[in-house]
């Protein structure tokens, strides 16, 4: 079974400007959830989706959006980046929402830089 | 706020040894705690988890200690090896949230 797939997986862009970055997550897997991974900071919670819906939406700013399509594949949408944007961007897949606890199977990342 | 700490920054030791990495937590609702290994280039795995109701667990050279009533656990490495040299991150869920928090991350070198 194929494993979860982030495009692009290398990004540079400049401040002002907007991405998009996808996920497709494991055959099968119905949640999708994205976090933003800086050195020092660790692992933070940008949101998951479940059957197309936001279930939770962490700590950032409305720049950051998402949204899930009906094939459970999901995109990221940061508008008007900041230099502090530059960062790893990974998605995880599970079968069921977070809150089953089932086991999340994390993507290699995008990694973003903004100049 | 940093919802579960995680401790140290990074850590040496030499192969055959034991490292150990610890969490603490503040929040009580959490009763999930899951361990993720990173390889550079790579994205998290899921290493081991454990849950309150049990005090240790043990997945081949990896064991989970949990201390319930000092909120803390702890991952620890048996018989290290140099293919463990990696980043280890520590998370908690609460039984009914959405929202995993993880610890600020574990670099591992095991010398050979």
């Known amino acids: 079974k194929a494993g979860v797939t982030q495009t692009p997986r290398y990004l540079i862009k400049t401040r002002g400007q907007q991405v998009t970055l996808s996920c497709s997550p494991i055959?099968?897997?119905?949640?999708v959830s994205w976090y933003q991974q800086t050195p020092g900071q660790g692992l933070q919670f940008l949101f998951e989706?479940?059957?197309?819906?936001?279930?939770n939406k962490g700590n950032f700013p409305g720049r950051f959006s998402g949204r899930q399509f009906s094939n459970s594949r999901s995109e990221m949408n940061v508008s008007t980046l900041e230099l502090g944007d530059s960062a790893l961007y990974l998605c995880?897949?599970?079968?069921?929402?977070?809150?089953?606890?089932?086991?999340?199977?994390f993507g290699p990342g995008t990694r973003l830089l903004v100049l | 706020q940093q919802q579960v700490k995680q401790s140290p920054q990074s850590l040496i030791v030499q192969k055959g040894g034991i490292p150990i990495i610890n969490c603490a937590y503040e929040n009580t609702a959490f009763d999930y705690f899951p361990w993720y290994q990173q390889f550079p280039g790579k994205g998290p795995a899921l290493l081991i988890a454990i849950r309150p109701d049990v005090s240790e667990k043990k997945e081949g050279r990896f064991t989970i200690s949990f201390n319930k009533s000092a909120k803390q656990f702890s991952l620890h490495i048996m018989d290290s090896q140099p293919g463990d040299s990696a980043t280890y991150f520590c998370a908690a869920l609460e039984g009914t949230g959405n929202q995993f928090y993880f610890g600020t991350g574990t670099s591992l070198t095991v010398i050979p």
């Open positions: 995880a897949s599970s079968l069921g929402p977070t809150e089953f606890q089932e086991t999340q199977y």
């Open positions: 989706y479940f059957s197309e819906t936001q279930r």
């Open positions: 055959s099968g897997h119905r949640s």
